[in-house]
Structure formats: structure tokens, C-alpha cells
């Protein structure tokens, strides 16, 4: 339903009332309506409803399984993989407590997708500890005999392996390239759209912590129309009073805040903190009339933001069997 026809139809033409509920500010968005209706959240499940006509849809958002499986290909890159390899080998399930591994944490919350007809799967990074190849063949093969459809973006784990020559930039396009491509579907790894339901999910790959110019000019096409977005991210936006895992346009980010480059063994983040377009993104995520969230990882803690009307979550990790349970559906009062 258009903003004219919604207005017309709840008897508020003539009265120039903003009907957004939870509203953003701005002129420009004073010109439409905002397409979330209302939003709540209790523990990990998510109920989000719409102003836009979109068919009830209920998404998984899994994160952070870092997954490490490995076979003899990846023996000449054990220098640059071993530290994370070793990491998240014992997971304590943040339901029951019970000690098992990633993959049966993976296993586990695709299972529970299937028997509870989840339509969609949205993977928003470090689900790889590092870009094994055995890894993302085992994950594909997962995630393809769900049957679901799924969307995935990479986070800073996903294409690092720790030591090797390069910068962030460099090594992100090496690997995803290579290694992690079939997780892409064919879509581009830096962005790309999936269309499910009436809904739209928008990845767009942070995991440098950065915006770079052509992802903004992509992500602009899809702001500010009738059509709800979901916004797929590993990294999630600044958020003032939060840590700086809330890294990306975080006005603290930089060379003399980070304190991991020699555990993680790579380049010290760019001096100068960040750039215009990272920036300019930010106020393009927080000003999007037609989005409805933003999805996240990273931390490894569930968290919920409300920035503007928008609101941000981060799940907690799939390593540990964290997943949040979303459902969208439009608001008929
Ligand atoms: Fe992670």
C-alpha cells in the first residue's frame, strides 16, 4: 500500500498527520511514511510488523558459527589458520547448557529451521573462523538440503587468515572470491539484494568496518520507497554508549583504538578514523523510511538499538547455538 492510498484509507488525508509510529526525522522523510508499524522482542524472538502489503515471513538470522573444519587443502595455509582454528572448539548451548562443537550448532538451528518452516535464512557473517574450503563445501551442503533460501555476507573472520600478506581490502577480495564464492549464489560478495515475500534484504559486506563508495550508491537505490528493506551487515553500526564492536562509522574507530591487530595478526586499522562515505551511509541507514531493521553480529551478544526509529539487532553467537527467530508480517490496525 503507497503512503496516499494508507492515509486514505485510515481517514487521515486531511488532517497532515505523519502516521509513522515509530518516526524518523528529517524533512526528507517527512514525505513518506516509514514502512515499520511496530517491533518487539522478547529473548531471541522478533515480531516486526509492516505498513507495506508483504505475506507473513519468518526468518532465522544466525551468526558468528565460526565454523573450523578442515582437510589437506587447507594444511599449506595451517600458518595463517591455527589460532582460530583452535578457537570456539567448546560451546556451552545458550538454552540448556549442553557442551557440543559449531557444527553441531549449525546442524542444530537448520534442523529447527526446517521442522518450524522458516522461509528464509539470513547469514550475516564469521560463520567461517577462517576461509576453509572443506568448511564452506560442509556449510553449503547444509544449508542447501534445508530447502531454504538464504542469504549470505561475510564478517572479518570469514576471509582472514591471520598473517598473511595483505590488506584488509586485499585479503577480503582474494577470499571471497576464491574460497567463499559458492556462499555467494552468484550475487556479488561486497552487495547484493534477495527478494522474498514482498520483502527485501540488502547485504552489504562491512567487515572491513568500512563503506566503500560503490556499496553506498547500491544501497541508496533501495532506500526511501515502498519497498521494506531488512539490512544484512556483520559489523554492527555505531551506537553511542556501546562498545567499539559497534565499530562501523564509530567516531572512535582508527589506528589508535585498536588494541588486536598482533593476536589477529594483521594490518592496524587506518589512521584518520573514517571516511565520508562510511559516514554518509550511516545517516542513509538511519534516515531509510522502508527499513525495518538492521541485522548484525560480531559481539557475540544479543543487544537491541533503536536509532532514529530504526532499530539495530545483533544476535549473540551460532557458535553457542544463538540464533534470533524473526517475524515480519503487515500491521492491519
Ligand atoms: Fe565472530
Known sequence: MNRRHFLASSGLLGLGIHCGSL?????EQETSQNLLGSFSCTENQVAIYTHAQVKPTRIFHITDTHLSLDDERGVKYLEYSKRMANAYKSNRHFQTGEAFSAEESFEQTLDLAIKQEVDFLALTGDIFSFPSRAAVEWALEKLTDTGIP??????????HYEGMAGSAHQLRDTWCSKHLKPMYQGNKPLYATYDLNGIRF???????????????????????????????????????????????????????????????????????????????????VFNASNLLTVLAGHTHRHTLDIKNGVPQLVSAHNAAGYYLDVNIATLHV
Open 23 to 27: 518516526a524518523r526525522g528529517g524533512s
Open 150 to 159: 538464504f542469504a549470505y555476507v561475510a564478517g572479518n573472520h570469514d576471509w
Open 202 to 284: 540488502v547485504c552489504i559486506d562491512n567487515s572491513t568496518y568500512e563503506i566503500e563508495p560503490e556499496q553506498l550508491a547500491f544501497f541508496k537505490t533501495h532506500t526511501r520507497n515502498d519497498r521494506p528493506l531488512i539490512l544484512l551487515m556483520h559489523i554492527p553500526l555505531y551506537m553511542p554508549g556501546r562498545s567499539l564492536g559497534f565499530g562501523c562509522a564509530n567516531p572512535n574507530w582508527g589506528e589508535s583504538s585498536d588494541r588486536n591487530f598482533r593476536i589477529e595478526r594483521r594490518e592496524k586499522w587506518r589512521a584518520g578514523g573514517h571516511t565520508r562515505v562510511t559516514l554518509e551511509f550511516y545517516d542513509e
